[in-house]
DNA sequence: AAAATTTATGCAACTTAGTCGCAAAGGATC
DNA sequence: GATCCTTTGCGACTAAGTTGCATAAATTTT
């Protein structure tokens, strides 16, 4: 487990410290973008929300972490893998994500978010 | 031009005032989501962003105006209308409308961010 | 292996889009 | 024209995220 995130470190010159292996673990496990306080939450162990983002935005940097917003004010982050849609439910606010055929479209798309009702609150 | 926005608030229960005027004027006249600062830009009148905001939830209550959040920490709105897909530029920050088939999803879908490199962006 | 240099972390102060309380202004109603 | 209700503007506040700076942990140099 931890091998496969020292690893990813390794492979994209970051170096492997506790505070990234920390992050990324709770990243992998995760089946859903999870936002800052989400993620200290599943940490145990404190680290300051400083080195969380400055982190983060290395993990960005090379392209291992993806981010994107919700609708309330917070970031999302996830690895970055198959390019899949998110589905932002505006009542219960769980995120789910999903694939989606998009046909064809001009320029790259990176990332696809929907919002709505979810199946549960639908009814 | 006056009169459908005055139209649009009769329909929907919410007095006509001046600043409910200005901001639908606005919103009226654009061709993709703006957020507060461009929607102030182009008011030319003065108005407080409490008021805005105010207002902003009005409408958003009376299912007039749609907004959402890019990726800058700033919500973006529109007068809803057809449900239409926005790509983001992740890089010249330009938002645009398109049409995407989706296929069948359970829920109810309410709005489809895209984001990504856009066509100029990609070259 | 101690000193020097570089890099990572934590704390606290800061930034900023958006929100809230409250008083004044503007209309409607009697 | 006095009373009531709604809308507006001001200023203080909120909270996620950022930045500066000092300390701590590695890494390199001698």
């Given at each position: 487990?931890?091998?496969q995130i020292q690893a990813l470190c390794n492979d994209h010159n970051i170096k492997f410290t506790?505070?990234?292996s920390?992050?990324?673990e709770v990243l992998?496990?995760?089946?859903?973008?999870?936002?800052?306080?989400?993620?200290?939450?599943?940490?145990h162990a404190s680290m300051d929300k400083a080195t969380f983002?400055?982190?983060?935005?290395?993990f960005e940097e090379a392209g291992i972490v993806h981010k994107f917003e919700s609708d309330d004010r917070k970031w999302y982050f996830e690895l970055t893998g198959t390019t899949h849609a998110h589905f932002i439910c505006e009542q219960c606010r769980q995120i789910t994500c999903?694939?989606?055929?998009?046909?064809?479209i001009e320029g790259e798309v990176?990332?696809?978010?929907l919002k709505g009702l979810c199946k549960e609150c639908h009814k």
């Open positions: 487990m931890n091998e506790t505070a990234r920390l992050i990324l992998k496990a995760a089946s859903h973008p999870l936002s800052y306080e989400q993620i200290k939450e599943k940490m983002y400055r982190n983060i935005a290395l999903m694939e989606v055929d998009l046909g064809k990176k990332s696809i978010v």
